[in-house]
């Protein structure tokens, strides 16, 4: 991952990053802390596919081994406020 400070964008524009993102995501630093990350739409998508796929296979693997409960969301907040 590459790092591109934000005096360096303010200084170049939007082309410092682009030579950057060849290599992957970017790290943009600001008073020597990394703030942002900036990544192509494609990467972005990707990784958003990726996150939906492990979410859904773990939710898949919570109900067959029978950790879920089934019932309303008024019924889940109650639940949640009496604290069971």
């Known amino acids: 991952m590459s790092l591109v400070s ?4 303010k200084r170049r524009g939007m082309s410092s ?8 995501p970017v790290h943009l630093v600001r ?3 990394a703030e942002y990350v900036v990544m192509r ?6 990784l958003m596919t990726d996150l939906a796929s492990a979410r859904l ?6 109900l067959k ?3 879920v409960q089934r019932g ?12 069971e």
């Open 6 to 9: 934000v005096s360096e964008i």
């Open 17 to 24: 990053v682009d030579k950057a993102l060849e290599d992957g």
């Open 31 to 33: 008073s020597n802390r």
């Open 41 to 46: 739409e494609m990467d972005y998508q990707e």
């Open 57 to 62: 296979a773990a939710s898949e693997h919570d």
């Open 65 to 67: 081994a029978g950790r």
């Open 72 to 83: 309303n969301a008024a019924e889940l907040m109650d639940e949640l406020t009496r604290g």
